[in-house]
């Protein structure tokens, strides 16, 4: 099936020819026919399966259709699309411009935290039809009675898993409570989580449902593979493995933040251009590391889960799993981001002992064994005994007293009477 067979309107081709895409994706071709239809969708897919442009464009030419209602003086927020972060918003926006950008009569914006507000405000002041918008700001932005919502005609919820990762669940059921009844409902979401599932059931009415590529799928072109190596071990492993020059450019995943900023100064240390993306640095700040990756300054993005999220990087050769997440979804998330629209591509894990445990759910979740590579000079050795009274730490083996059980003595403050603590308190 080609773009031309989805009843779309000349200018919106010509928008996507441009882009150079021809044939729509599996989460494409099922979403935006009945979407034009002003249907409800319910979209499970996870990132890089093309779900942006399965809502942006339908959007559009719904709206285009209706400019002779819009005017400069009385132009209201007719589309409301919410998602997790500042990097997302600001991807959706590109595409809503990429997309758009021969329809003159359609204006988005995008509003996120971490900036000042000022800017965002004075666009909003003149005047939208479709805003993007990360949760906080936009409520912010609500409490101060500059946005509002009544006039939403279309409403996408995008990421919703990720924003019930990141605590905007409230916020959610907030901004729900202040669109109006009547109105065309998007919601997206790789993972269907009972919470999830029971804000489906208020927010859409008799929805499409449409599944693409479920969680516990990987993309077949993705070559995975496992290196068991010392915790301590995998900052020389991680330089060894970028030294193959077939590595052209690696988004590496930590747990938390300190942990990329560590490794991306460990990497930059060894000669290799890193730059490090997360929730801490401002706006500013990851914008410009992302920049740098994307124009292949810098050869290294090292990231966090939640940062990471949106990010869409072209022909990324690599992604390693410097730290094994806990939580086996955030695997399939993380090696999706190579091997995107059919491409080849190869996620490298780098599993200590104590990370055992979350290969073995990663495993069970995609249903298949993740190949070992062996052949590495920093190889992990055999598994940590436990000793005994180990569980104790510090304590020493009678508990809390250390060797002997005892309790130090107190020092006498303000004039009472010293206590000595024993076994029994006197």
């Known amino acids: ?212 590529a479920p969680t516990s799928s990987t993309a077949e072109k993705i070559e995975q593979k496992i290196y068991n190596v010392d915790k301590n071990n995998k900052s020389k492993l991680l330089i060894h493995v970028l030294k193959n020059p077939e590595i052209k450019s690696a988004l590496v995943f930590t747990r938390t933040k300190y942990g990329a900023d560590k490794v991306a100064r460990i990497v930059n240390k060894a000669g290799i251009k890193a730059e490090a993306i997360h929730g801490n640095k401002n706006q500013n700040a990851r914008q410009r590391a992302l920049k740098s990756f994307k124009n292949k300054n810098a050869r290294i993005l090292v990231a966090t889960d939640i940062a990471a999220r949106g990010i869409d990087i072209n022909e990324l050769s690599h992604v390693i799993n410097y730290e094994i997440p806990n939580v086996p979804e955030d695997y399939v998330h993380r090696i999706g981001r190579t091997g995107r629209a059919g491409a080849e591509g190869i996620a490298l894990s780098f599993c200590s002992w104590d990370e055992k445990g979350h290969i073995r759910k990663v495993e069970r979740l995609i249903k298949k064994d993740i190949p070992v590579e062996s052949e590495h000079p920093f190889p992990a050795r055999s598994a940590p005994k436990v000793t005994a009274g180990a569980s104790r730490g510090s304590r020493g083996p009678r508990g809390r007293g250390g060797r002997n059980g005892r309790r130090k003595s107190i020092p006498p403050t303000h004039g009472r009477k010293r206590r000595q603590y024993g076994r029994k308190r006197r």
Request: aromatic share 6%; proline share 6%; hydrophobic share 40%.
């Open 1 to 212: 099936m080609k773009f031309e067979n989805l009843d779309l309107t000349e200018p919106i081709l010509k928008a996507i020819r441009d882009k150079g895409y021809e044939t729509p994706t599996p989460i494409q071709t099922q979403s935006i026919p009945p979407l034009l239809n002003r249907r409800d969708i319910l979209g499970i897919a996870q990132t890089g399966t093309g779900k942006t442009a399965a809502f942006a464009i339908p959007i559009l030419q719904i709206l285009q259709k209706q400019k002779h209602k819009f005017g400069k003086q009385n132009r209201k927020i007719k589309a409301l699309i919410v998602t997790p972060t500042r990097e997302l918003a600001i991807q959706i926006d590109e595409s809503f411009k990429d997309y758009g950008k021969y329809l003159q009569h359609l204006k988005h914006t995008v509003i996120f935290g971490g900036v000042k507000q000022f800017h965002q405000v004075k666009v909003l002041k003149r005047g939208v039809d479709i805003l993007i918008a990360t949760p906080g700001r936009l409520l912010d932005l609500m409490n101060q009675g500059i946005v509002n919502l009544k006039d939403i005609k279309i409403f996408t919820l995008d990421e919703a898993d990720r924003m019930l990762d990141m605590g905007f669940l409230p916020d959610i059921k907030r901004l729900i409570a202040k669109l109006p009844e009547k109105k065309q409902s998007l919601f997206f979401s790789a993972t269907m989580p009972p919470e999830i599932a029971s804000l489906t059931k208020k927010l859409l009415h008799d929805p499409v449902r449409v599944e693409v």
